[in-house]
């Protein structure tokens, strides 16, 4: 936070403010005022001067010297550079950041909220940092999303070892935030299922001392049960976040409700972690000849501010929706299917037990359809696409480095998932999360491959751009893992979803792999979702470049 009111206090304030650019704007009014009465007696005056004035040496006056002085201690302490080395990434990917953002401020609205529910109580869950955490979390989340989706291309040329410190400080922040969200809600997952077994424990006890004909001698098991139980809790119940989350109705709000908004602040965290460091990287850019732009120039004219606005209130966004529809349709469809099997899975889940398997056969098959239907649709793009130009000298960017991270946790909690279900081969719910989980690996494998080549792409003749080939199945492509990333949100997290991993690993060590990983599948969904959606708009372009650079991106390959 210390960082962030540095830079909008100093790196991002105007270097006049308003009262000292009054006088300069009278005297421009002045000037033009009266330029016109006073042009002849000025040209008058100088052809007089030029005569007296013959052979000697022109001298500028003092205004030149205080005009030069006036823009050098106006030099910017900061560029915008739309071409620095290294992107920060796409319109996409910041809107991300907003949406996940706002998933992450509200789980720390509700629990602020949850702190005056319990406030009144006479103990530490009442002191005033049960509050303050939360608020300052929620101010933080705010104050960075603004940061980083206005000033992601911000060059900064001054302190540039504060600016280092401090952008490295936070993008470790981040990251400190990513481990402390997934600790929280994996000791929250522990305590409510000790705490559902503790309550089962207590009740088939009474079930059985009601039945008992002398139960005079059965009160110390009792208590031995729940001095046992009470100390298992106290193990995980150390943490605030933990053992103040009381019954009421924030509480009840804020422990169902984390399951769903805890993914945000991770994904939220791990896309400012990665922005943030290729900040890092470009503090100082734009100082050499090699990577300066017009853009990025380090001294400003007078009317530089009130030009760019001029040339930003004229900016007009077209976009080309050719070869598009049938793509468009059908992934709406499938869409609406996916939707449909959530729901369903979600009311066979709650009306009766009788009906879980009903429920997982839902939610496995509706799965297992979206992923063969989507590995076919990217063969069939790859086959399409490959004769376009691709670029070999494309560096790495930001959603490349995005999608090998969170694909690691995709692979992670697909293989979990097989070596558990290879155990219970013998049961409907084993052998479906074997199929599941081996489709998941070969079309996240598949479309992660066709990904990384088609940022590369671009058109190579006019016959391309007129037939934009393989983009009905790139659009396909985008809503159905936006279905897939909904699916895994609200349906492939939920214990009923994992019986064979958690009867297979138990329930303390399934929560610890599932909240390192799911997290991360879920955000490798969206991610793959920016890729295509990326492709989808730049690679039916021609561009202009060298030939010796660019080569087939699957044409090579088939003459292997």
């Not at 329930?507 to 920016?530: C, D, M």
Request: hydrophobic share 40%.
């Amino acid at each position: 936070m210390a960082f962030l009111v540095y830079v909008y206090t100093y790196l991002l304030r105007k270097e006049e403010s308003f009262l000292q650019a009054i006088p300069r704007t009278i005297s421009r009014t002045l000037s033009r005022t009266f330029s016109r009465s006073s042009v002849r007696s000025r040209s008058s005056v100088a052809s007089e001067k030029s005569v007296s004035m013959a052979g000697k040496p022109l001298v500028r006056g003092n205004s030149n010297l205080s005009v030069s002085a006036s823009s050098y201690r106006r030099r910017r302490k900061i560029v915008y550079n739309p071409e620095v080395s290294k992107h920060t990434g796409s319109f996409y990917l910041r809107v991300g950041v907003i949406g996940f953002g706002i998933g992450s401020m509200i789980h720390s609205a509700l629990t602020f909220g949850h702190y005056f529910e319990v406030s009144h109580l006479d103990s530490h869950c009442s002191g005033a940092i049960q509050a303050i955490k939360p608020l300052a979390h929620l101010c933080f989340t705010f104050v960075q999303m603004y940061f980083i989706f206005m000033n992601s291309k911000m060059c900064v040329h001054k302190y540039k070892t504060l600016a280092h410190f401090g952008l490295m400080h936070m993008s470790c922040t981040n990251i400190c935030v990513w481990l402390r969200s997934i600790a929280v809600e994996t000791l929250q997952v522990i305590k409510v299922d000790r705490r559902d077994t503790y309550n089962a424990m207590v009740k088939a006890y009474e079930e059985y001392k009601e039945d008992a004909e002398d139960d005079s001698d059965e009160k110390e098991p009792i208590q031995s049960l729940e001095e046992y139980m009470q100390g298992r809790l106290c193990l995980i119940g150390t943490m605030s976040e933990i053992n103040c989350r009381w019954d009421a109705m924030l509480g009840k709000i804020v422990e169902s409700s984390s399951v769903y908004l805890y993914p945000c602040i991770i994904q939220y965290s791990l896309i400012c972690a990665c922005v943030l460091y290729v900040m890092w990287s470009n503090v100082g850019d734009g100082n050499n000849g090699v990577k300066r732009t017009d853009s990025c120039s380090d001294v400003d004219t007078l009317d530089s501010d009130d030009d760019s606005e001029d040339e930003n209130a004229h900016h007009k966004m077209s976009i080309d929706c050719a070869a598009s529809s049938k793509g468009l349709f059908l992934g709406i469809l499938l869409f609406v299917i996916a939707v449909v099997c959530i729901v369903c899975f979600y009311v066979l889940t709650t009306a009766h037990f009788i009906y879980i398997f009903d429920a997982l056969f839902a939610g496995h098959v509706s799965e297992e359809i979206i992923l063969v239907v989507a590995f076919f649709a990217t063969a069939i793009a790859a086959f399409q696409m490959r004769q376009m130009r691709f670029s070999g000298h494309r560096t790495v960017g930001i959603e490349e480095i995005l999608s090998l991270v969170s694909i690691s946790g995709l692979g992670l909690y697909g293989i979990w998932s097989i070596i558990a279900a290879v155990f219970y081969l013998d049961t409907l719910h084993g052998r479906l999360t074997l199929i599941t989980n081996l489709f998941m690996l070969i079309q996240a494998g598949a479309q992660a491959t066709f990904t990384l080549a088609t940022l590369r792409a671009s058109a190579r003749n006019h016959e391309q751009l007129r037939e934009k080939p393989g983009r009905q199945c790139v659009t396909f492509l985008i809503i159905c893992n936006f279905a897939l990333w909904v699916v895994n949100t609200f349906e492939t997290q939920r214990i009923e979803y994992n019986q064979t991993q958690v009867n297979f690993y138990g329930t303390t060590a399934w929560a610890i792999f599932s909240h390192i990983s799911v997290p991360l599948g879920i955000y490798f969904r969206f991610n793959a979702t920016v890729n295509l959606s990326i492709v989808w708009k730049k690679a039916w372009k021609k561009k202009e470049t060298d030939g010796r650079n660019h080569t087939d991106v699957l044409h090579s390959s088939s003459h292997a």
